[in-house]
């Protein structure tokens, strides 16, 4: 059993790991340490005995991955490799060997990521010393793990500096043969990277290649395998990654000598069925590369491999050998082989084993099949092959099993295969039958990707097919759509901006938004009002149509403001959407046809919509209007069009400035004083409690309680320097039991008429309708632009709402509410099992105090009885949306028993508070 020091070791250790990956720069702030002290405690701690193998392999996984901010100087990388190697060294055939190979991934790591080639060449050669005398050990039982990865180092060091390990090239080669263990795979890896690298060298060395050198290259020792030795005239250029352009090279002359490479290839080529799938599959594109550079080698040495795997399943092994028959052509595969490999991924692409990943890659290597017949076709990757006839497509119809990727892919192809012509025929029939599943999807209002879907087929079927009958097909489809679901418009505006890609003279797109158009103007205001903004911008692309006439459109719009509410209702979104549609047609048209039509559109924003952004908006646009021309404000309109893209805010060829943030402020420079409470009487007619109580649920319009503040600057704003504020935004957030409160929009405060709470401050006045009688807490904000044009934000203290504030006095006439109100007592003690609840509460007021008490706050809800020797006031209240709260007080000489009576059990507790307030206001 582990020790308890060895434990909180590595428990600490894992901790500070955890919170150094998490930010490396906080942990060295917090602990006031420099990186190198952090690299010498993980040294440390890697020599101690104390911790485990699994917390050191920790220790390098951190070295590893944040070398870069840990080791910043040649010293501190030149110490930590050095330490790493000498722990190496001091490890025995009993040290694990993962942790071993962890140490030479990780120094392997930290050289090629710091380019420690060029830096310090001695510590990069030793530590390829190292690794060299690792592999060297051929068939060794002990350590075949750290062997192999010993050669993944080697093989990533020769890929980052290609060519470096050329000389070494025949000791791999032989090393390659007599290795007999697992890791044969990881030797031959290593040998075939550096054997093309090496003949790439060769070939672009530039000088003349003798006969023999690609033999001597493969037989000849040039050097022993230890040490690594440099070359003498050795620069920071040499053995560097080429970029991917310089990755072309010529081939051996006709004259070299490739027996020798033949036979090598052949050799890797009959143990690739010992390697892993994707070393094997690796190993073969690097052959491949190599074949090419030899006129010698015909491609026939790949056709035991071929024949080997071309009835495989494996997605990987498929791939390679269409990248072989991609690479040879008729040297390599016969039509009948290319025949029978078409098969083959037809049954590939519709197995039921392979993931919907691997089909979907099986679908595109069949829109690309490398043919050994050339294709007339202009665009071959737009076409089936040839070999592909209609048993072989049957499989290619969408399923209900089948995802959204693959059903595209597959209408894809199936528009491959069918060309409908003029005329309605079986051809489109058939490509238009396939998206009815993808149809009723949008029937029903799905959004998200079975719409995308839908549309990405609709736009390959046109693109393909815009000369048939599918055009029409399309078309109306679309129409349909957009009018059945107008939620659809963005995705329709998108289908018809690709269409204008592909030839901006198509008349389609501009059809189609004038049957859209014509079905939108002549539906209802009241009926487009649920997808108002769809529509919107379906007509602000519309109006850039400079050949569809915008007069309908603008008749439209003023009936929709005029007949509907969202003139005085509408939010900022709405507006902004009308007024981009005003925007498009000033733009795109000629103003002088429409100039009343689109005046009185624009006055009747101005004037009447809610939104004072809009409004002012409105005004501008409306001015120009009437002073500029049609074409000067189609020219300034244009100039201040330019899209805000990445790049142009960068090059700053934006017209716009780019908008300061928002200022949020810590300390409120505004504040809301209470003035007074008015709220909205109703009042039913009604000859009995039955007939006022269907009424009082019938009704709609429940009442609403203004409550009127004072909006004044605190001292706060005085000391900012903040004499005059614009656009301000007044916003209450409310709870659930209200409401909404709609905002509060002033065009102008100034500290001169509203410093403090008087008659010549501003006074605004909120709607409180609540839902629920309950009290609540309103937290207010604000926003508003200043005089430089800095636009601030801040929260004013909240506005409270007390219970008694929602108090209104039973909502019929005078004469009726005695016999209403014991009408509805009797009622509430007949219902007292659901909602309505009885109760009594005792005051510590006697009977003077108690009658003044009612005078001065319940006299407005006080109910003359037509007994006058009762000492009993009745004291009736309305709680909206439509509860009642009925009390019954009956003054004694030394307390008052208040008799409680609600159809709103809920609202006991907050009537048992507001009764002991009285109370304890009185005695105060």
Partial sequence: MAAPSVLQSADRWLSEIFEFRK????????????????????????????????????????????????????????????????????????????????????????????GQLEAQPKLFTDFVELLLDTVSKV??????????????????????????????????????????????????????????????????????????????????????????????????????????????????????????????????????????????????????????????????????????VEATHDVTLFHALLILKHKFGRQLMTDAEEELLLDRLVSCSSHPCLTPGHRLLCYQWLLNFPENKASDLEDTKSHLPTGLDYTKTASLYPGVFDGLDTTLIKLNLLSLCFTPSHVQDSASATLIGCLVSLQKSIHYGITGRPAITLYRALYLYYRRHYETVLRSDIYKLIVTIVT???????????????????????????????????????????????????????????????????????????????????GSNGSWLLGNCILSVCHSIMQHHDTTEIFKELGQLLYELLTSYGDLDIRDRAR????????????????????????????????????????????????????????????????????????????????QKPPVIHMDYYLHFTEVSSTRSVDKLYSLVLHVDIPKSYKEIPDVSLSCLTLDESQQPSDTCQVISLQIQPLEP???????????????????????????????????????????????FDDLWKYMQDHSSKTCAESVCTLLLNKTAMLEVIQNQLQEYRIDH?????????????????????????????MTVVAIATDNWKTLPLVNTFLHELEESRAR
């Fill in 620 to 699: 501008f646009y409306y001015a120009m209007l009437t002073n500029i021309s049609s074409q000067k404000i189609s020219s300034i309109l244009s100039s201040a069009g330019t899209t805000h893209s990445l790049t142009r805010l960068v090059t700053g060829s934006s017209n716009f400035d780019i908008p300061s943030p928002v200022q949020k402020l810590q300390q409120p420079v505004l504040c809301l004083t209470r003035i007074q409470r008015r709220p909205e009487y109703m009042t039913f007619a009604c000859s009995n409690c039955q007939q006022y109580l269907q009424n009082l649920q019938s009704n």
């Fill in 774 to 820: 309950v009290p609540s807490k309103l937290p207010v904000s604000t926003v508003f632009m200043t005089a430089d044009g800095q636009t601030s934000t801040c929260s004013l203290s909240p506005v409270h709402i007390q219970f008694s504030d929602l108090f209104l006095p039973l909502p019929v006439s005078s004469s009726n509410r005695p016999g209403l």
């Fill in 866 to 894: 037509v007994d006058k020797e009762d000492d009993t006031s009745r004291i009736g209240i309305f709680l909206p949306p439509s509860w009642h709260l009925l009390l019954k007080i009956t003054a004694k000489q030394d």
């Fill in 23 to 114: 930010n490396p720069a906080a942990f060295f702030t917090t602990r006031q340490i420099e990186d190198g002290e952090f690299v010498m405690d993980i040294l440390q701690a890697m020599y101690s005995d104390k911790l485990g193998d699994s917390i050191r392999i920790v220790l390098l996984s951190t070295l590893q991955e944040k070398s870069s901010c840990l080791m910043s100087t040649p010293d501190s990388i030149e110490q930590t490799v050095g330490s790493l190697m000498s722990m190496y060294d001091q490890t025995t055939s009993e040290t694990a060997a993962f942790y071993k190979s962890q140490l030479l991934v990780t120094m392997t790591t930290i050289l090629l990521e710091s």
């Fill in 139 to 308: 068939n060794s039982a002990v350590d075949r793990t750290v062997r192999g990865t010993a050669c993944q180092c080697l093989n990533e060091i020769e890929t980052m500096h290609p060519g470096i390990l050329m000389r070494k090239l025949e000791h791999f080669y032989a090393m390659s043969q007599l290795e007999c263990t697992h890791v044969c795979q990881n030797y031959m890896a290593l040998f075939v990277q550096v054997l093309k690298n090496s003949i790439y060298v060769l070939l672009r060395s530039g000088e003349s290649i003798d006969s023999s050198e690609v033999t001597d290259l493969l037989c000849s020792r040039t050097e022993p395998l230890k040490p690594l030795t440099l070359p003498e005239d050795f620069s920071n250029k040499m053995f560097q990654l080429g970029s991917p352009k310089d990755s072309s090279v010529r081939c051996f002359s006709e004259d070299v000598d490739s027996k020798e490479l033949l036979r090598c290839l052949s050799f890797l080529l009959d143990h690739l069925y010992l390697m892993t799938m994707p070393c094997a599959v690796t190993t073969l594109l690097k052959l491949i590369d190599c074949m090419v550079t030899a006129p010698h080698i015909a491609p026939h040495i790949l056709r035991p491999f071929v024949t080997r």
């Fill in 484 to 566: 059945e679901q107008p939620k659809f418009v963005p995705h329709t505006i998108n289908f018809i901006e690709c269409i204008n890609r592909i030839d901006t003279k198509d008349s389609f797109p501009t059809e189609l938004l004038q049957s859209s158009m014509e079905n939108i103007v002549s539906t209802p205001p009241s009926d487009v009002l649920e997808d108002l903004e769809f529509h919107l911008l379906l007509l602000e692309k519309v109006c850039k149509e400079k050949s569809i006439s915008p007069k309908p459109i603008v008749a439209f719009l003023r009936q929709l403001l005029t007949s509907t509410s969202i």
